[in-house]
């Protein structure tokens, strides 16, 4: 299992790939993510971050974010790094 949560999937749009997460913790391009929803585990690399639709490099705790996923994700799904 990875390490800290760092946030939650509070939305997914299917049709676009993208999942929107509500941060716990900090977030950058590049970094390796595990989600996790019960047993299932997925983990990804970050290669894209958006705020309010404008692409950002890194993102703090308490911002809602969206990042492109390879894979659908529930709502609820937990994020760690």
């Known amino acids: 299992m990875a390490g800290k949560k760092i946030g939650k999937v509070v939305h997914y749009y299917d049709k676009i790939g993208v ?7 900090s977030l950058k391009l590049g970094d390796t993510v595990t989600f996790k ?3 299932e585990e997925k983990t990804e690399t970050i290669e894209s971050i958006q ?5 950002v490099d890194s993102a703090k705790k308490g911002d ?18």
């Open 51 to 55: 705020i309010e639709r404008s692409a």
């Open 19 to 25: 999942a929107i997460i509500d941060l716990a913790g």
């Open 64 to 81: 809602v974010v969206g990042i492109k996923v390879n894979e659908p994700l529930k709502e609820g799904t937990e994020v760690y790094a």
């Open 37 to 39: 929803k019960g047993e």
